[in-house]
């Protein structure tokens, strides 16, 4: 459904010391099936959302190809445009008008004659959940609401591709359960969901493949699974309470352990296939050795350490 | 036809906006109608040159400028809704759908400058009571004209807008450029009476063009040369800022 092939753009800016170039996007490559909700990873400045305004036309390339519900995004870009909805971070109404109001304008600004578009605009109503608050004015909205006509809005002419920018930063965990519901919804009726996020939980629940990008390269692509996987199988930490020297001896040639480290003084970090059967031989092996373990604990890769591992540094702290 | 569907599209969620919110008439009539009621009296003297014999002969000499100079600042303020718009992210919602680029463009002008004609029938009408009288079809051109002027000063402040894109540094230049460019057309008191050397300064601006037009319509002169030359000074430039507007716009936008 998108298939992107070294996508690039770079942005001049004025410095003092004359203009310096700075590569937002740099070569991206990646191909999304059809209905699936495809997540893209990263922190702020990674290039996400230059990527994501390309894909929505709004943003020339620099270079490269990418066809969008098989049509060229650089040679037709008004053609996509049929195929698409967009939803950016935040805004695109007007404080004054109704939902309903707006959602019959965006119909009527994609071509449908009036009656169609009405139609449409209480059909998206009451699939978003917003009925009740349908005539009301759009700057009455709470965040959620606002989210979720936000989307209403890129859905009502039915494209085969949704982009949403960041669909649930901002809100409290509750309109985050909602909207990623309203998401899989859309997944259901057939729609390929394309959308950034700088949430690992956003990225590991709600996608069904992501790539992670950092400085506009992507650094890594699978399913989550995959690619928490990819880095190390799961992970054993051993609390020993006391020196680590006996029970490095004990482990280190074990075939089920993969890789060791200490951890502190008193505790082993153990990389593992697979982490429920490793356990049970672990605390065998340790009790047959005479050593005394205090705790033992179950430690699976997260996003954040595939994130990690690929770039050197934390999603959480950058 | 695309491009008229989606102008009149835009056109009436932009109206339908000025009606929810409207006291921007309020703000928009208040300053004219403070000129109206406490500077046309002054006049009466100033313009015996003129030729105004009466009270009536003021206002029919003063409230043509008031029209042009209302048109003028309701246009060169224009801008800022635009950018605004831009702001709040209106546009690049639009953008993605195949709407045309032209009609955002289009149908905005078309609400300011909407909103300008309300301004000046509401002036007109006050100015009624004071002796102001206009025959039918010179004030209809007289309101022709104004449509075009108020057309042009849109276009010329949406250009300003989108080359410089700040609403800041907007409100200040706007200023800048206003102030002499509405003297210097005559609008407060007629170019008739001013030295010779502001006279011939005045042939390069066009708004004096079209103040000596309207006013020239106001005192029922419908066959004066300066009403086809200032029409045509206008219609030639307002055609071609708004022109320029829809292309820096589109580039700006696509």
Redesign the interface.
Known sequence: MIEIKELRKSYRSKRRNGTTTVDAVNGVDLSVAEGEIFGFLGPNGAGKTTTLRMLATLLAPDSGQARIAGVDLLADPAGVRRHIGYVAQGGGTWDEVTAREELVLQGRMHGLAKAEAQQRAAEALAAFQLDEYGDRWCKTYSGGQRRRLDIALGVVHRPKVLFLDEPTAGLDPQSRAHMWEEVRRLRAEGMTVFLTTHYLDEADSLCDRIAIIDHGRIVAEGTPDQLKQQISGNVVVVGLGGPTAQAETLLKDKPYVLKLETEGEDALRLYVDAGETAIPQVMRELTDGGVALSTIALHRPSLDDVFLTKTGRSLRES | MKLLR?TW?LFQ?QI??MW??PMWLFFAIAQPVTYLFLFTPFLQKALVPMGAASMKDVYNIYVPGLLVVMCFYTGLFAGFGLLAEV????L????????SRSALLLGRAARDVASMLVQCALITVMSFPFGLTVPLPNLLFAYVLLTVIGLMATAISYDIALTIKNEGALGSLLNTIGQPIALLAGVLLPLAIAPVWIQKLALLNPFSWATNSVRALFWGSLSDPVVWQGTAVVTVLAVITVILSTRLYSRNVS
């Open positions: 989606d599209l969620r339908l906006l929810r919110t702001r709040m992210g209106i690049e919602r639009a953008r993605v759908t195949p709407v």
